[in-house]
């Protein structure tokens, strides 16, 4: 069993959780602009509303509207239902069941004493940070469970007694959890080897198709196809194409905005 890419899927997940959450409240737009970059503008935007509200001293609850992504949501709700379960079934099979505090003592100091200590250890025991609870670690989330079941298919904390192995059993259920959500949020946030060509949305310089590149762990990048001879003022690729990397895109949003207003108005005038 391939648990190299098992962890892998596992971290994507992690990784990408807070992209597909503020997924979840943006227009599904898979190709333009990039999920991340939407999220920056979001956030910019709301900090901006932020401060509006707090100079006028205004109280108002911001509202928390349905989900505009339904893939999105489909996602967040498969991946946290399943992995959620997953972690249960692993603590269940692998975690050793917390001390069990003494209830009486001999009646003697000493026996008071060591009923103590004993509770004290059962208490730290009980509590260890890296135990799983059966139901109450669901609300620390999908981030928390995925780092619990990584811990057990890695074979950490062996040595001292707290974690037994996963069975090969189990191995594979997880395998197949990570690899199937790993794939799902990634497909609906765009994220893959292939690029995509942005549709009806021509280089503002020459006209040309723009495609998007977003590699698993790397920011979106996008190209011009028409290769040196394009005007954009931006820096080559390897294959000479004008490329537009993490840090240019904003430009970019900016300068096909104000060309999809030009053609706008245009059509507006022509009409
Ligand atoms: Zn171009």
Request: hydrophobic share 40%.
């Amino acid at each position: 069993m391939n648990t190299a890419d098992t962890r892998a899927n596992l971290r994507i997940i992690r990784q990408y959780w807070g992209d597909l959450m503020a997924a979840l409240d943006a227009d599904p737009q898979p190709v333009w602009p990039p999920q991340r970059l939407t999220t920056e503008m979001w956030a910019r935007r709301d900090a901006e509303a932020a401060a509006e509200r707090a100079e006028r001293n205004s109280d108002a609850l911001g509202d928390s509207p349905a989900p505009l992504n339904l893939d999105a949501a489909q996602a967040v709700e498969d991946i946290t239902t399943a992995v959620l379960a997953l972690a249960d079934q692993v603590a269940a099979a692998t975690q050793r069941p917390a001390i069990q505090p003494p209830h009486v003592h001999d009646g003697t100091p000493g026996g008071a004493r060591f009923a103590a200590d004993l509770r004290a250890a059962a208490d730290l025991d009980r509590t260890d940070p890296r135990r799983w609870h059966y139901n109450a670690s669901w609300a620390n989330g999908v981030h928390w469970a995925c780092v619990y079941i990584d811990g057990r298919v890695a074979g950490d904390d062996l040595d001292d007694g707290l974690f037994g192995p996963l069975s090969e059993h189990l191995l594979r259920e997880v395998a197949v959890f990570a690899d199937n959500s790993a794939r799902q949020l990634l497909r609906v946030l765009g994220i893959g080897t292939r690029s995509t060509v942005i549709p009806d949305r021509p280089c503002p310089w020459c006209g040309a198709e723009l495609r998007m590149h977003q590699p698993i762990d790397e920011p979106p990048t996008v190209t011009c196809s028409t290769g040196p001879s394009c005007t954009a003022p931006v820096g080559q690729d390897d294959r000479g194409r004008r490329v537009w990397a993490w840090h240019d895109l904003a430009q970019l949003a900016h300068a096909l905005d104000a060309a999809e207003r030009r053609h706008t108005t245009t059509e507006g005038n022509a009409a």
